[in-house]
């Protein structure tokens, strides 16, 4: 069991290009979460999904920013025309159900630097 | 204030010392988590606690509903144990997490 996989693990980007970054979650979890890490700052949810379904995105800036969690393949977040200030460590959390006691496993993170 | 106050947010201890980070929360919660994290790592899920305490190796995590208080604490402390540690809790109805600021640890030999 692979655990969570993202990738890349680092990623630099110019203004303006676009970032996809990929989250495989652990085999027979189907719920994912996105979670941003900007510099000196803690931790923000951005968004929730389960296969197919975007349940919550609370937390997603309201332009440039998109997910989804397709019935095959990995959890894509997307960042169009990405600006300095989307620099941060991007994580992916994966979990069984929506229930606390589930419990999550963390990605080990995917670093993007726009330049 | 934000929901969930960690302190202290750096913390310096020597090799062998017991140290207790504390965090607080504001929010009805379904369960609390303690995390870390090294630099430029991952994250590791340490705990995950709705009641009482739990005890892994040494490290022990307590947690009191009513004054809506967790611990962590290091027992014999090691330069390994170096790392950022945060409090996490899931509220709500979609088990999303909200974090803390994070407790900056150093343990010097």
């Known amino acids: 069991n692979a655990g969570v996989m993202q990738n890349p693990r680092h990623l630099v980007r110019r203004r303006g290009q676009e970032a996809r970054l990929r989250c495989s979650p652990m085999k027979g979890h189907s719920h994912v979460y996105w979670y941003r890490q900007l510099p000196e700052e803690g931790l923000k949810f951005m968004v929730y999904l389960q296969k197919e379904n975007i349940i919550d995105e609370s937390g997603m800036p309201k332009e440039r920013f998109s997910a989804e969690f397709p019935k095959e393949g990995p959890s894509i977040l997307r960042i169009q025309q990405v600006v300095r200030g989307d620099s941060a460590a991007y994580f992916c959390?994966?979990?069984?159900?929506?229930?606390?006691?589930?419990?999550?496993?963390f990605g080990s993170g995917t670093r993007l630097t726009v330049v | 204030k934000n929901e969930v106050e960690q302190s202290p947010q750096n913390l310096t201890a020597q090799e062998g010392e017991f140290i207790t980070i504390n965090c607080s929360y504001s929010?009805?919660?379904?369960?609390l988590h303690w995390l870390q994290q090294h630099p430029g790592g991952g994250i590791v899920s340490l705990f995950m606690?709705?009641?009482g305490k739990k005890k892994h190796g040494r490290l022990i995590a307590t947690i009191n509903i009513q004054e809506k208080h967790s611990s962590l604490h290091i027992t014999a402390s090691h330069p390994r144990d170096s790392a950022v540690y945060i409090c996490?809790?899931?509220?709500?109805?979609?088990?999303?997490?909200?974090f803390g600021q994070g407790t900056t640890l150093q343990v010097k030999p």
């Open positions: 929010v009805g919660i379904s369960a």
């Open positions: 606690l709705s009641s």
């Open positions: 959390a994966s979990s069984q159900g929506d229930r606390a006691y589930y419990g999550y496993t």
């Open positions: 996490a809790v899931s509220s709500g109805n979609t088990g999303k997490l909200i």
